[in-house]
């Protein structure tokens, strides 16, 4: 494409959905700039009116590509499949490509929502258990999926969307003290995927905003 400036990320270092978009560049081998929203800090600047408009939901992430701004991690990963070379995030094959839309599906609707960071705040004192239950409820139907699915990745042996979800999932669940080794299945491909460069260089330890004390 000739007409291309930089895309720019608005995200939060260990925001699992800016995480899946970080995965989604690395792999493509797009270069892109990183705007630091900070989830905490003077009560969340997501929640300013500035950053309400490039994100009405007032969430991370907001992708700055090709004149136009997304957020929903998955339609901006499509999006970059979709416009970008290098390896492709969803198979040929129609059965396939279900099945990776069906895990990212199950992550970013069925487990990561359950425990954001605004849902939780809502939750208040039993915010620990309350992620633990639905992450350790998602493993348990995901597990048995990728065991079907999986080759040496979440479906067959090509990276797709649905390890762009898995991994960031993964890291949520050791947050919330989740025992992964429950998972076999689960475990061997978060530690298969976690070699791969893409997802190191996206990493939540090594972004411009990790504090000192949570860095690699
Ligand atoms: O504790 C914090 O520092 C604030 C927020 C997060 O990490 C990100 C989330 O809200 C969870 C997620 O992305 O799945």
Redesign the pocket.
């Known amino acids: 494409m000739a007409n291309q400036t930089k895309p720019v990320l608005h995200g ?1 270092f ?6 899946r978009v970080r995965i989604a560049f690395a792999l493509k081998g797009v270069e892109y700039d990183q705007v630091p929203i900070n ?2 800090r003077d009560g969340g600047q997501q929640l300013t009116q500035e950053y309400k408009t490039l994100n009405p939901m007032q969430q991370v992430p907001a992708v700055e590509i090709d004149g136009i701004t997304l957020s929903q991690s998955l339609a901006v990963i499509q999006y970059i499949n979709e416009t970008r070379p290098g390896p492709r995030l969803l198979p040929a094959d129609p059965k396939k490509r279900a099945q990776v839309r069906m895990i990212s599906d199950l992550i970013a609707s069925g487990i ?1 929502p359950l ?4 849902v ?1 705040q809502k939750v208040g004192a039993e915010k620990m258990q309350w992620s633990h239950h639905f992450i350790d409820r998602g493993f348990q139907a995901l597990e048995p999926i990728l065991k079907q699915t999986a080759g040496k990745y979440c479906v067959g042996d090509e990276i797709s969307m649905a390890d762009i979800c898995l991994v ?2 993964v890291y ?1 669940a050791e ?1 919330f003290k989740v025992d992964v080794g429950q998972y076999p299945t689960i475990k061997r491909l978060n530690q298969a995927l976690l070699e791969i460069e893409a997802f190191k260089v996206s990493h939540p330890s090594c972004q411009p905003d990790t504090p000192d004390d949570l860095r690699a």
Not at 14 to 19: A, D, E, G, L, Y
Not at 115 to 118: A, F, H, K, P, V
Request: with cysteine; proline share 5%.
């Open positions: 939060y260990r925001s699992s959905c800016s995480w989830l905490i990561q425990q954001n960071l605004y939780i960031p999932q949520n947050r």
